[in-house]
């Protein structure tokens, strides 16, 4: 009888013991969180089945595609890998944001930078994230040298501007070769627009990429320090910068030099530089679905190499 006590005592041990560690080692891969911080290029703009809007040309409406992001993107190619669900692999990128404008979200909660985001959630998700991983700073640049190039040229130039930012050139075809034709016509440019059209096609670096540079040179350093006051033990993901218009002189001196900023502060501010340099592009200048394929193949190793 004692014995039958003794086995039935330990036995009770045993459950106690070993049965709540295996509920908490459940419960912690409920609780886990990822999160893709960034700007359109997170957002899988340009990909199918994203769950934005575009609204009234004004804004983008981005709460739908936190869990709804298109199936093609890197932030869905990551999760499917992992196995992680929708709710626990966030996509918080938000299109047209520059770094001040993610710098201000997650100080504040909204930003006016660029497009109107107001987001305060995201503080919360940063705060319980175990991942992050962080793709800003291309729009520092990009949208200045497009509005420069465009506007300050020629203001015809608008409409073909708003083709390109739309994302419609994700796929060419006829329909999208005559829209682009269409936003053309009529455009005649002077001697001098001409001249200072070329100018900032294949000169130095323009007055407004540098500007973007020395944005991103100072708001970066401050996104990674706020991350870290929100959520001290996150692990941090700096994706480096794929240049979308190779053919520019002047647009390869500045993605190299921000691959070197990038590359120096992940080690300066203990985070994960991961180079993407061969994503390949569409002609809205975002990333194709092959190109979200390569940028979540140069992500995986590096994860499962932190133990995910």
Not at 108 to 135: C, M, N, Q, W
Not at 241 to 269: G, Q
Request: net charge negative; hydrophobic share 40%.
């Amino acid at each position: 009888m004692k014995k039958r006590c003794l086995s039935f005592i330990l036995a009770l041990i045993l459950a106690v013991v070993c049965l709540p560690t295996a509920a908490l080692a459940a419960e912690g891969e409920e609780d886990f969180l990822y999160l893709s911080l960034g700007d359109s290029i997170a957002a899988g703009f340009g990909l199918p089945d994203a769950g934005f809007e575009y609204l009234d040309g004004l804004h983008y409406e981005m709460g739908n595609n936190f869990q709804n992001y298109s199936s093609l993107c890197y932030t869905a190619l990551i999760a499917d890998e992992f196995g992680w669900s929708r709710e626990q692999a966030l996509n918080l990128g938000l299109p047209g944001a520059g770094s001040q404008t993610l710098l201000e979200v997650l100080q504040t909660g909204s930003s006016d930078h660029l497009f109107p985001y107001s987001h305060p959630e995201i503080r919360e998700y940063v705060k319980k994230a175990d991942l992050i991983s962080l793709e800003i700073g291309l729009n520092d640049a990009l949208i200045p040298y497009q509005m420069t190039l465009f506007q300050n040229i020629n203001p015809k130039l608008d409409e073909f501007l708003g083709v390109i930012q739309s994302g419609t050139l994700s796929v060419l075809n006829e329909e999208t070769a005559g829209m682009v034709l269409d936003s053309l016509k009529g455009i005649r440019l002077s001697w001098l627009e001409f001249q200072e059209l070329c100018r900032l096609i294949i000169g130095e670096i323009s007055p407004a990429t540098q500007d973007g540079l020395n944005a991103t040179r100072q708001n970066l350093p401050q996104i990674i320090d706020t991350i870290r006051e929100l959520n001290p033990d996150v692990e941090i993901l700096l994706l480096g910068y794929a240049n979308p218009l190779p053919l520019l002189p002047n647009m390869r001196n500045y993605f190299k030099e921000m691959n070197a900023f990038a590359e120096e502060l992940a080690k300066e501010k203990d985070v994960i530089y991961i180079p993407t340099p061969n994503t390949r592009y569409n002609l809205s200048a975002h990333p194709t679905a092959s190109g979200h394929a390569y940028i979540s193949e140069q992500m995986i190793p590096v994860i499962r190499a932190l133990g995910y």
